[in-house]
């Protein structure tokens, strides 16, 4: 459940922003479409939490986070919010399966190794799980990084251009598993991006 | 997972850099605290030595010299005294003890002294086996050199002419008669024998001295009160070709001198405490600049500031404990080698302390200095825009 309104939000620069309100039920996903520029990041942070709205508020399982105090919003993303950024960023020193577990261990939640195992091989990761994470493929650093925003059961996953940087099949390998694994989990999927080729997988759109 | 195992992770992704830091730190900890022992050893060295040795008499030279020469015996004598004269000198109420000594040959480079019983007094020495000796050419030897030159009980030596090693040999065969206690003065590595031992030794063919031709290197002075320090050198010097230097006043000079070199070391050490500082702050700083998008990734988890600021505390933690330890091991390490550089070149037994309480400042400085710049470079963490970071990329 994820509700936003009035949203908007103005850049040091001045530039002020205003976003259409959202409203996602249980088991519903969301396409964010637009051009570059035109603030879906700037979107995806806010419903992150890792921006303040000059106005508005965000709701996600009940609490209007835009409500939470620095520390506590720290607290509550971590326990509530995957994100998937565009560009995979992972803890460099660690392995895959580490970066799971430095996860896990931020958002003070537990997995037992079995689950970790079966959800590295959802994601085709299983045999990379002691790899350093800067030998993983570009393909491979993307579903690390939906593997570590899934690890801890999240209510709500971001996307940021999960597809940009990725061939057709790959987009859309990437887009059904982001989209099945949401279903599984029983979280809402918000994707942003410019992308119009995953158009078609989503029943919600908007468009900035 | 752990902060620790993320810190020590860290540190192993770029070992170079950890490396370095170590090294540098190790580095100043062992200058300065390698400082602090060579100051502990000398004044060890001289305050053990000159106990009970309120004054010196001998021939007129350089005071230095002759309390070098006849209190640590490590310079040449200046020359020789009359004994009779000496000893009427030393003959009045202030004197507490009066020991002569008297130089001449040396065996296998240590010097053999020629003095009366209670020259072991003067180092509270006293013998662990064997006798004393009791008449001419007969001698008792100093622990460490016993232990180092494997002499016992029994053993004829025989002794070279002047200070250093095999000039000129002897015929005469010296005989010992007992080996001393360990006392951590320099008359472990002596050897000692009857006054009577080297006036025999340097008879011309076999006549004997008449008693106002003995002569002795110096006489080792003790008083009975303070007094005397300002009485007696005035009444020494007052003989022609005699002089009186008092150890302390002399010692404390050589130290003022002495004093500039450890200075001077532990000054270098401090300066390379603040560049292994700055190293450590620069090479954190710049650490965090390149972690940026995993701290920022860190925080989405719900990290908070102060855990990732904990986490690079760890790794300053770890720097400065295995830089310090290795420090320690560097300068423990140089000292023994310079140990034995002492023992064999000056004949001197010194002793290294495993740890002094002044090495405890040293550890608080480094700790201070890392906390310091562990603070300075955690500053970007605390003023970091996670969202801007994260959209910047």
Same mark, same amino acid.
């Given at each position: 459940m994820l509700t936003t309104q009035n949203l908007s939000y103005t850049y040091a620069s001045g530039t002020a922003l205003k976003f259409p309100d959202i409203s996602l039920e249980e088991d519903e996903d969301l396409l964010i479409l637009g051009a570059s520029g035109v603030g879906k990041t700037t979107l995806l942070h806010l419903m992150g939490g890792l921006l303040k709205p000059d106005s508005g508020s965000i709701t996600l399982a009940n609490q209007g986070i835009q409500k939470l105090s620095q520390r506590k919003m720290d607290t509550f993303r971590g326990e509530h919010i995957g994100i998937v950024f565009q560009k995979a960023i992972f803890i460099q020193s660690l392995s895959v399966i580490d970066n799971i577990k430095a996860k896990l261990f931020f958002t003070e939640t537990t997995l037992s190794t079995e689950d970790i195992t079966s959800l590295l091989t959802t994601l085709n990761l299983v045999d990379k799980k002691d790899s350093l994470v800067q030998k993983l493929s570009e393909g491979q650093k993307q579903r690390l990084s939906i593997a570590i925003a899934l690890s801890?059961?999240? %209510?709500?996953?971001?996307?940021?251009?999960?597809?940009?940087?990725?061939?057709?099949?790959?987009? %859309?390998n990437v887009i059904t598993l982001l989209l099945s694994e949401a279903r599984k989990q029983k979280a809402n999927l918000v994707v942003i991006t410019h992308d119009h080729r995953i158009k078609e997988y989503f029943s919600k759109t908007i468009e900035l | 997972m752990s902060l620790w195992r993320l810190a020590i992770k860290n540190m192993l992704f770029k070992p170079l850099n950890t490396f370095l830091s170590i090294l540098l730190l190790?580095?100043?900890?062992?200058?300065?605290?390698?400082?602090?022992?060579?100051?502990?050893?000398? =004044?060890? *060295?001289?305050?053990?030595?000159? +106990?009970?040795i309120d004054m010196v008499i001998g021939a007129k030279g350089s005071p230095l010299q002759l309390v070098l020469s006849s209190v640590l015996h490590i310079d040449a004598p200046t020359g020789n005294i009359n004994y009779d004269k000496a000893k009427q000198l030393t003959r009045n109420v202030y004197i507490k003890s009066a020991v002569p000594i008297s130089? #001449?040959?040396?065996?296998?480079?240590? /010097?053999?002294? #020629?003095?009366? @019983?209670?020259?072991?007094? $003067?180092?509270?020495a006293s013998i662990l086996e064997? &006798?004393?000796?009791?008449?001419?050419?007969? +001698?008792?030897?100093?622990?460490?050199?016993? /232990? &180092?030159?494997?002499l016992k009980i029994g053993d004829k030596i025989t002794s070279s002419h002047g200070l250093t090693e095999g000039i000129e040999e002897h015929d005469d065969k010296l005989?010992?008669?007992?080996?001393?206690k360990p006392t951590g003065t320099i008359i472990d590595q002596l050897l000692i024998t009857p006054l009577e031992t080297v006036w025999h030794v340097h008879e011309?063919?076999? !006549? =004997?001295? !008449?008693?106002?031709?003995?002569?002795?290197?110096?006489? +080792?002075?003790?008083?009975?009160? @303070?007094?005397?320090?300002? *009485?007696? @050198?005035? /009444? $020494?010097?007052?003989? @022609?070709?005699? &002089?009186a230097a008092l150890p302390k006043f002399e010692l404390d000079r050589l130290y003022g001198l002495m004093g500039v070199g450890f200075k001077a070391i532990s000054m270098i050490g401090l300066a390379i405490l603040l560049v292994s500082g700055l190293s450590i702050f620069i090479s954190l700083y710049r650490v965090i600049k390149e972690r940026k998008y995993e701290i920022a990734l860190m925080r989405t988890y719900g990290a908070s500031r102060l855990q990732l600021f904990i986490i690079v505390l760890i790794e300053g933690f770890l720097v400065g404990v295995i830089g310090v330890l290795g420090g320690f091991i560097l300068?423990?390490?140089?000292?023994? $080698?310079?140990?034995?550089?002492?023992?064999? #070149?000056?004949k001197l037994n010194v002793k290294v302390l495993f740890l002094l309480p002044e090495e405890g400042y040293v550890i608080l400085g480094v700790f201070g200095t890392i906390i310091l710049a562990t603070l300075l470079a955690v500053i970007p963490i605390f003023k970091m825009?996670?969202?801007k970071v994260l959209a910047d990329e």
């Open positions: 801890n059961k999240p %209510k709500l996953i971001l996307a940021d251009e999960p597809t940009a940087s990725l061939d057709d099949l790959n987009a %859309k | 190790a580095l100043s900890v062992a200058l300065i605290s390698g400082s602090f022992h060579l100051k502990k050893l000398y =004044e060890n *060295q001289i305050t053990a030595n000159i +106990l009970d130089y #001449g040959d040396n065996y296998k480079g240590y /010097r053999i002294i #020629g003095s009366t @019983p209670e020259f072991l007094k $003067v180092y509270h064997g &006798q004393l000796f009791s008449k001419v050419k007969e +001698l008792v030897v100093g622990y460490e050199l016993a /232990r &180092q030159l494997h005989i010992i008669t007992g080996i001393l011309h063919k076999g !006549e =004997e001295l !008449e008693a106002h031709e003995k002569e002795i290197t110096a006489m +080792l002075v003790s008083f009975k009160n @303070p007094m005397a320090m300002l *009485q007696m @050198p005035r /009444r $020494v010097n007052a003989v @022609p070709g005699m &002089q300068s423990k390490l140089a000292l023994n $080698v310079l140990k034995n550089y002492i023992e064999t #070149g000056y825009n996670v969202s």
